[in-house]
């Protein structure tokens, strides 16, 4: 595992040091290169465990710095839990974020529907226009926030028609799927309905990204910006079903619109072009599939 080398287990041993004020060696790994899209592991000394990931990428200083600024905005905005980050440390081949890491629990109905509560409490926080006055990362792709007043010529402009772009020029969108996704974003503007106030995202709302500890819910790798809160919403399952609990939670925070699960593809479809970029034509099929609804 790259994060035990010495080029990196180095200088992650003396930044907890540091932040503990007691010597810190790493004693026990758990590997998570599962749940994360960085090489990560939780390393332990045996009594204080902190989370460690990796990137090698030639930008991955600038998004790890753009993680943390995310999270201290949903902190300070919002007031929901979030890791407090030990450090950003510049090492050999590329950058390595180390925060400490929370100790989850077995999801019961409660902690599921705390999840609801979580994300109800970050958009009760609201903007005066949609995006952010600085860009930010959705996975490892660029963000444009760049604000603006509509939030259907939002989602076309800087949501679908970036990553659409980023799916051709990934040579993995057929003929067809291009006229459809053509289409639609043509007719975004309607599909999307009136303005709704600007709400404060968590940007990448998956389940995952939401860790239930014994004292709480915390909140991690945001994707931050002004928009629908629709958009969390859809991508709480995006992945794969949760309980009913969590929009239970949600509702008993804020109302959920009726006409949500109609929508709910129609905001998914930035996700499913993202992963055809990144991942390839195993997407492809679920693309086409919500952009059909809405044609």
């Not at 839990?81 to 030990?86: F, K, V």
């Not at 990934?170 to 007719?187: F, P, Q, S, Y």
């Not at 998956?206 to 994707?223: L, S």
Request: proline share 6%; aromatic share 10%.
């Amino acid at each position: 595992m790259i994060l035990l080398t010495d080029a990196l287990r180095i200088p992650i041993e003396k930044a907890v040091t540091e932040h503990a004020g007691e010597p810190w060696t790493v004693q026990d790994v758990n590997d998570m290169k599962d749940y994360a899209s960085h090489p990560a592991a939780i390393l332990s000394n045996g009594s204080y465990p902190v989370f460690a990931k990796f990137s090698s990428a030639a930008n991955g200083l600038e998004r790890f710095e753009i993680e943390l600024a995310g999270l201290q905005l949903l902190s300070r905005l919002s007031g929901v839990s979030t890791p407090t980050i030990i450090g950003i440390l510049p090492v050999e081949g590329g950058v390595v974020m180390v925060m400490d890491a929370i100790p989850g629990v077995e999801k019961t109905s409660h902690h599921w529907r705390e999840i609801g509560w979580t994300l109800a409490q970050i958009h009760r926080v609201k903007g005066i226009q949609y995006g952010l006055d600085s860009h930010c990362y959705f996975g490892p792709l660029y963000q444009d926030n760049r604000p603006m007043q509509h939030w259907g010529k939002f989602y076309a402009e800087r949501r679908v028609w970036p990553r659409f772009m980023g799916a051709i020029n990934a040579g993995i969108m057929t003929t067809d799927a291009i006229r459809m996704v053509e289409k639609l974003i043509a007719r975004l503007p309607d599909l999307c309905g009136p303005n709704v106030e600007p709400t404060l995202l968590h940007g990448d709302a998956q389940k995952n990204n939401f860790i239930t500890a014994a004292n709480g819910t915390f909140v991690i790798d945001p994707a931050v910006y002004f928009g629908n809160p629709e958009i969390d919403l859809a991508y709480v399952d995006y992945f794969e079903p949760v309980p009913e609990d969590v929009f239970i939670g949600y509702r008993e925070v804020l109302p959920i619109d009726p006409g949500f699960r109609e929508r709910r593809d129609l905001w998914r479809v930035y996700g499913y072009l993202a992963a055809v970029e990144v991942e390839g034509a195993a997407h492809l099929e679920k693309l086409v599939k919500a952009v059909q609804k809405y044609l």
